[in-house]
């Protein structure tokens, strides 16, 4: 597992589509482990249920989540502004064999939670010691 | 905490939200408040103004309608959160970084608003609430008399 970023920050120049006034931040995460795989859990409020995307391409898992009014709405008359809206993307690198055609994703509440199984041979066995 | 329901109409509300903010930010994590380290406010907040109300815009991921709290009074907007992070059992965490735990914030605006008319909606992880201007708080054209 290996990441960069940690908080909704602004991401560099590497941005898939570089449309003017988009901004692209680096959602929070959760990764959790078990024996059968991983569990991932990003905040993505403002995205849809069909506005995510989910790939795994040469030991990276990617995930993109797209908000409906991306945009800096800079003509507001703020009082308080704390916090930018665009949309999200992030990747992991993960080491451990994983059944890829099995990952599965589900996005509710702004929460996409995605689980990724192990790939058989890296699950853990508990090996039964026989007494004498 | 500033008592909500005895709001002094200031024309310092940035001021006062500044204020509001740094007793949030002591009383979340006073060893953090301490040393100075980045504090993190939750939730993060976008207020704006037009002419007949203010709009306010939190991002809540995960929330349902049962884990947010409003109170409007006077010129103070009061929001309280519940936010539960849960890890199946026998799961060991790589990464936590989403935050959880009870959470309050406490804004003051420039004006009286209409409590009455205060609409709030949770959908996809965002909180909107429309927070309109009490009559006496919206501009009035006034009209020139012909001499």
């Known amino acids: 597992m290996n990441t960069q970023a940690l908080e909704k920050q602004r991401i560099g120049t590497d941005t ?33 249920p069909g506005d995510t995307d989910i790939t795994f391409n040469g030991g990276v898992l990617t ?37 890829s055609d099995a990952i599965t994703g589900e996005l509710k509440n702004g929460e996409l939670n995605i689980r990724i199984p192990k790939a058989r041979a890296a699950r853990t066995k508990k090996i039964t010691v026989r007494g004498g | 905490m500033l008592d909500l329901l005895d709001p002094v109409a200031t024309p310092y509300s940035a001021l006062q939200n500044q204020i509001n903010g740094l007793l949030e930010d002591f009383l979340a994590e006073p060893a953090a408040w301490a040393s100075g380290s980045e504090l993190r406010r939750y939730p993060a907040v976008n207020i704006w103004e037009d002419c007949d109300a203010a709009h306010l815009e939190a991002e809540l991921p995960g929330a349902v309608m049962e884990d947010v709290e409003l109170y409007v009074a006077g010129n103070q907007l009061r929001l309280g959160v519940q ?45 909107t609430v429309e927070l309109p201007k009490a009559e006496s708080a919206k501009p009035r ?7």
């Open chain 1, 16 to 48: 898939p589509e570089r449309l003017s006034n988009e901004t692209w931040y680096t959602p929070a995460a959760d990764i959790l482990e078990d024996n059968d795989g991983y569990t991932m859990v990003f905040d993505m409020p403002g995205v849809q």
């Open chain 2, 83 to 127: 936010r539960r992070v849960s890890a199946p059992e026998k799961a060991a965490w790589h990464r936590q970084e989403r935050v959880s735990g009870n959470f309050t914030r406490t804004f003051t605006l420039p004006w009286e608003l209409d409590a009455d008319k205060v609409e709030a909606k949770l959908k996809d992880g965002i909180l």
């Open chain 2, 141 to 147: 054209k006034i009209k020139l008399l012909a001499n």
């Open chain 1, 63 to 99: 995930v993109e989540g797209k908000v409906s009014n991306p945009g800096n709405n800079d003509s507001r008359n703020y009082l308080i502004r704390e916090y930018g809206v665009g949309h999200f993307h992030r990747s992991f690198t993960i080491r451990t064999p994983i059944d």
